[in-house]
Every structure is written in structure tokens, then in C-alpha cells.
């Protein structure tokens, strides 16, 4: 087809506004799904997505659409909103030469639509703002028009205003697509390069890779190399996705859709890469995309159903089609091999641990999430660690850096006290502040990331009322006076319940965690000591009183000393039994750590 009637988009927007709905308007619109076929939130093909209600994987879709007689080919890629899947965004839109930006039109602007719109424009895309949910009794569309007009500049009177449930403005909208987004830009005729944004596995037909065709084109049989590696493959199938899977037999230049070429290794596809032709290939690969920066870290163990090979098999093939996902292998003494895994966000490790146990069917042992540290020894050189059983000896260490985030909160300005409250409580340093309108306002604060990852947006949303909203992106990591926490269990410390936190907050942190592990472990037969302790100092104790036998229930008289004898042969067992027992120590104690407040 030629380009000029080709149009690549995304849908853009902050979490619930509305972006999947729309995406399903498009397709009943289009014709690409019929009235009995359709259900809500097609794209969203994993149980996970239609259970929680939002969208995890980025998904793309080919449809015709004719306007004035004329057949444009519109290429959709229906992103994520959460902040945690942000990096799903980045790669959507650089398939794309224009963007919806959808916005709430009760709930107004919010935190991922400025960073979505800002993330749109870098990329140089055009954006087609959309006001929707017009339908809904707490509608206010045109004060939603002037927040959006005061965010990307373009006058309150070119947002569409449209409902995705009832499909008004949608004729509008897909007018705006044709007539506002640029074609593709690419030569047909120069060098093949396709771009491989996703990627996926299948069992009989080994990786399936999704390109957006740059320049040149790919047909069914070609010898293509990807130019990363320098594999050279046969291309057996090519398809687009309309929304089921669509065989066709060439793609050209500006086209979105997979390729199937027998490709066996998960090692061998990289996100990013760029496919050429191996008979004329090009000189130059395409820009790709930047590595993803991991902003928490915990520890997958296999569970007591699974096996080691097991549980990594399912990583590397979850890898593929999560290229944000990172893991190298471990060892610990209490819980044997395993892997620490990297991810964006809090909600992104909930959604990896789950489908690893859905889609693979592994069981697996989770420690407590950390986010990475840097340490500067005396020698000068920097280490970068994601938990604190990794940090070297402290008389070795000239300075511990913590990762420190820029935070953007939208929150009602009658909740502008509560929040500074929070943020001080959180160690934040106080930035700016933009009125968005007469109610809303943006707080600019820094934080170290370890304050917000594990329940701030939690208390953001209850001081509130649930109308606040975030963004965070990393600046940097800057010094601090941090220390390690150790927490020893029966005398022996244990490397997965270590903690790295502020010298200021270590005591009541500890005492908090050894409080919450004496109720989640179990008694024993033997006393067991839970201490805190930073080197050397122990700052915090207590002690889970071991089972008890009543020896003396036989003795019902007689002289004293009898009674004493046996409860000093009791003793002497317990104490022969505390030097060789082990203590057990279940997987909700390890997420215990995460449930101490700072209230």
C-alpha cells in the first residue's frame, strides 16, 4: 500500500481514562470485529489485564477505514497508563507518528497524561487531543479542554469530545487520524530496516517478533539478519493482527505487523533490534531504545513445587515478551538457589510473580522488594547493589548513594497541607508548584525512591479522598548517611531480611520488623532470639518463647529437688537442640518487612 494512505498511532493516557474502550469503538467502527464477536477490552488478550481492568501489555492492531472514498490502513497500538509500564509506552511510540491523547473528562489531566503527552512530543509525534467520557453525570469538558490546552499549547477548541462507551465523537476522531497525523516516512525503495518492538514465544512455532517496517520491505521467503546479532534467518510467515492473527505475504515500508522465521533461541531476539535483508543489507541501524532502568529488586526462589531449570525457563520465556524484566541467579543459605529479578515498579513485580504462576505454572518464594544502592569505596571505585546481603564490608565503604526521583502529585488544592505533611515524613525536598486550574494543582517534590515505592501512592490516595494522583522519573543517585539493617535470626543473620535505610529511621524500622517476624514465625522447641543490629550494635530484641512440655505432671510430691532435676535435664535438651535446630522461617515473614508503617 502506499504510505500516504498509511496512518500509525497510539493511544495515550493516564490509567482508567478510557483508552482500551476506545481502542474497541475503533475496531466495531472499522469493521475489524463484528457486533456478535465483540466483548469489552478486546485487545486485552491476557486474563490478568480483563480481571485487574487495565491494560499491562502494549497491544497493536491493523484496520481499513475509508473517508471520502478513499481506503486509508490505520496501524492502533493500545498502550498501558500505569506509571510502572511506562516503558511499554516509550516502545508504542516509537512505531508511531502521532498519538491520542485521551483525558478523563470527570477526572480531568493527571500525573501519566503529562508524562505520556511530554514522552509524545520528545519522541517529535504529533498529538490529537480527545475528551472523553462526555457521557458520564460528573462530566466537565470544557474545563478538561483548557487543562489540556495549558499542557500541550494547542487552543481548547481542537480537543474532540467523545464517549468510547456510547460512540459519540467517534466519526470525528477518526477524521482527526486522517486528516491531522502524518504518513509514514520511509523510503520503500532504500535498504530494508524494520524496528522489533515486541516479541513473544510459541511452543511449535519458536519466537514470534512484531516489526514496524522502516524502510524497504520484507516478503515470505526473504533471508533476513538481525543486525545485533548477525543471525540470519528465513522468513516463513508474516501476518498483521486484525485483530486476529492475518497472514499476508509482504510488508512494506510504514507497516506494523509479526514474523515467524524458525527462530528457536529466546537469546537470540532483542527489543530494539533492527532486521535488514542478509543479500543487500543496510548500513545503518535504526536508534532502538534506550535499556530500562530497574527501579526495584527482590529475590524468585522455587517453591516447594517447582524446580530450579523450571523456574528459569519461565523467566527467560516471560523475558522475551517483557523486555523490562532482568534476573541473575543467586544463592542463599536459607532458601538455596534462585534469581534476583529487576523490575520498573511495585505493580510490575505483582504482575510478573503472577504470570509466571498462571501462564508456566511455577510456584515461587518471594523476598522483599529493595531498590538499588551505589557504594563508593575508599579506593574511589562505585559499585552499583540491589539488596543489601550484597554491600561490602562498612569499614571498606566512603559513601552509600540512594536512588533519588523526581515526583510529580495532581492533587485537589484543599489537600495541599496533608500532602507537604507526607511528603516531609517521606525525607522529599520541596521543588514547585503550577496551578492546573482553581481546584487542582501540581506539587513538584525530589524523594529517595526507597520512601515511595512500597505504600506512598496508597497514602496519597487516602489523604486525598482518592483524587490524587503521581509520576516519578529518576534523577540520579546522591549521597546520604544510609546504613545496613541486619536482622538476625536465632544468632545467624539473614541476607534476604536485611534492609539498607536512613541512620535516622533505623531504630524504629528495626524494631518494628523484629515485632511484625516474631508473629509470622513459628514457635519452636527452642527459644529463638530476633535481634536488629547495625555492625556490630545490636539496636532492637526479642524472642519467640519456645513450646513447652510439662515434665512436672508426674510429680505429684516428694521432695523439691526431684522437680528441679527434671527441669534441668529439660533445660540442657532445649539448649543442645537450640545449637543444632533450624529455624523455619515462612515466605510471609520475608514480605513482613514491606507491612511496617510509619504510622
Given at each position: 500500500m502506499d504510505q500516504k494512505y498509511i496512518?500509525?498511532?497510539?493511544?495515550?493516557?493516564?490509567?482508567?481514562?478510557?483508552?482500551?474502550?476506545?481502542?474497541?469503538?475503533?475496531?466495531?467502527?472499522?469493521?475489524?470485529?463484528?457486533?456478535?464477536?465483540?466483548?469489552?477490552?478486546?485487545?486485552?488478550?491476557?486474563?490478568?489485564?480483563?480481571?485487574?481492568?487495565?491494560?499491562?501489555?502494549?497491544?497493536?492492531?491493523?484496520?481499513?477505514?475509508?473517508?471520502?472514498?478513499?481506503?486509508?490502513?490505520?496501524?492502533?497500538?493500545?498502550?498501558?497508563?500505569h506509571v510502572d509500564f511506562h516503558y511499554e509506552v516509550s516502545r508504542a511510540l516509537k512505531a508511531c507518528e502521532g498519538a491520542l491523547l485521551v483525558v478523563d473528562a470527570g477526572q480531568g489531566v493527571e500525573a501519566q497524561t503529562v508524562a505520556n503527552a511530554h514522552l509524545a512530543k520528545a519522541n517529535g509525534l504529533t498529538l490529537v487531543p480527545i475528551v472523553n467520557k462526555i457521557d458520564l453525570p460528573a462530566a466537565r469538558p470544557e474545563d478538561t479542554a483548557m487543562e489540556i490546552e495549558k499542557l500541550i499549547h494547542r487552543p481548547a477548541e481542537d480537543c474532540i469530545f467523545a464517549s468510547a462507551k456510547t460512540g459519540q465523537g467517534i466519526q470525528e476522531m477518526m477524521r482527526a487520524i486522517v486528516e491531522q497525523l502524518p504518513p509514514p516516512a520511509g523510503d520503500p525503495t532504500a535498504p530494508t530496516r524494520a524496528l522489533i518492538f515486541d516479541s513473544t514465544y510459541d511452543d511449535y512455532r519458536g519466537v514470534i517478533v512484531y516489526i514496524r517496517v522502516v524502510d524497504g520491505k520484507i516478503s515470505v521467503g526473504d533471508k533476513i539478519r538481525t543486525m545485533g546479532t548477525g543471525d540470519v534467518y528465513n522468513v516463513g510467515e508474516l501476518g498483521k493482527f486484525r485483530p486476529a492473527a492475518t497472514h499476508v505475504s509482504v510488508l512494506t515500508a510504514g507497516e506494523v505487523g509479526y514474523l515467524v522465521a524458525n527462530i528457536r533461541s529466546i537469546a537470540a531476539v532483542h527489543v530494539g533490534d533492527t532486521i535488514t535483508h542478509a543479500a543487500a543489507p543496510a548500513t545503518e541501524a535504526l536508534a532502538g531504545y534506550r535499556p530500562p532502568q530497574q527501579m526495584v529488586f527482590c529475590d524468585f526462589y522455587p517453591g516447594p513445587e517447582t524446580q530450579f531449570p523450571e523456574l528459569r525457563d519461565a523467566l527467560s520465556k516471560l523475558q522475551l515478551n517483557d523486555a523490562a524484566l532482568t534476573f541473575v541467579p543467586i544463592s542463599s543459605e536459607a532458601l538455596g538457589f534462585g534469581f534476583r529479578c529487576g523490575f520498573l515498579g511495585m505493580l510490575h513485580m505483582e504482575i510478573v510473580q503472577e504470570r509466571l504462576e498462571r501462564e508456566h505454572g511455577v510456584d515461587v518464594v518471594q523476598t522483599a522488594p529493595t531498590v538499588p544502592y551505589q557504594v563508593q569505596l575508599r579506593d574511589q571505585s562505585v559499585h552499583e547493589v540491589d539488596s543489601a546481603g550484597d554491600l561490602p564490608d562498612p569499614s571498606h565503604i566512603e559513601e552509600i548513594r540512594e536512588p533519588v526521583v523526581r515526583v510529580d502529585l495532581i492533587v485537589p488544592s484543599d489537600a495541599i497541607g496533608a500532602v507537604m505533611q507526607l511528603a516531609e515524613d517521606r525525607r522529599a525536598t520541596y521543588k514547585s508548584t503550577e496551578y492546573l486550574s482553581a481546584d487542582r494543582v501540581i506539587l513538584a517534590y525530589t524523594f529517595p525512591l526507597a520512601?515511595?515505592?512500597?505504600?506512598?501512592?496508597?497514602?496519597?490516595?487516602?489523604?486525598?479522598?482518592?483524587?490524587?494522583?503521581?509520576?516519578?522519573?529518576?534523577?540520579?543517585?546522591?549521597?546520604?548517611?544510609?546504613?545496613?539493617?541486619?536482622?538476625?535470626?536465632?544468632?545467624?543473620?539473614?541476607?534476604?531480611?536485611?534492609?539498607?535505610?536512613h541512620r535516622t529511621k533505623a531504630d524504629a524500622r528495626g524494631r518494628k520488623i523484629i515485632g511484625r517476624l516474631r508473629k509470622e514465625i513459628d514457635r519452636h522447641l527452642f527459644e529463638i532470639p530476633l535481634q536488629a543490629a547495625i555492625g556490630g550494635k545490636i539496636i532492637a530484641r526479642e524472642s519467640i518463647k519456645p513450646m513447652r512440655t510439662n515434665v512436672l505432671a508426674k510429680c505429684y510430691g516428694g521432695d523439691v529437688t526431684r522437680k528441679r532435676k527434671l527441669l534441668e535435664k529439660q533445660k540442657a535438651g532445649k539448649r543442645r537442640m537450640k545449637m543444632v535446630g533450624n529455624v523455619e522461617i515462612p515466605q510471609k515473614a520475608f514480605m513482613a518487612i514491606l507491612e511496617v508503617d510509619d504510622d
Open positions: 496512518r500509525n498511532f497510539s493511544i495515550i493516557a493516564h490509567i482508567d481514562h478510557g483508552k482500551s474502550t476506545l481502542a474497541d469503538r475503533v475496531l466495531l467502527l472499522t469493521g475489524a470485529i463484528s457486533t456478535r464477536d465483540f466483548r469489552d477490552q478486546v485487545l486485552d488478550s491476557m486474563d490478568l489485564e480483563r480481571e485487574r481492568g487495565i491494560t499491562i501489555k502494549a497491544s497493536a492492531v491493523s484496520v481499513d477505514y475509508e473517508l471520502d472514498g478513499v481506503k486509508y490502513l490505520l496501524n492502533l497500538i493500545d498502550t498501558p497508563g520512601e515511595i515505592i512500597y505504600d506512598f501512592y496508597d497514602k496519597l490516595k487516602s489523604c486525598t479522598r482518592g483524587y490524587g494522583t503521581m509520576d516519578y522519573e529518576l534523577l540520579g543517585f546522591f549521597p546520604d548517611d544510609l546504613v545496613k539493617l541486619d536482622i538476625l535470626v536465632n544468632s545467624q543473620r539473614v541476607d534476604a531480611l536485611a534492609v539498607i535505610c
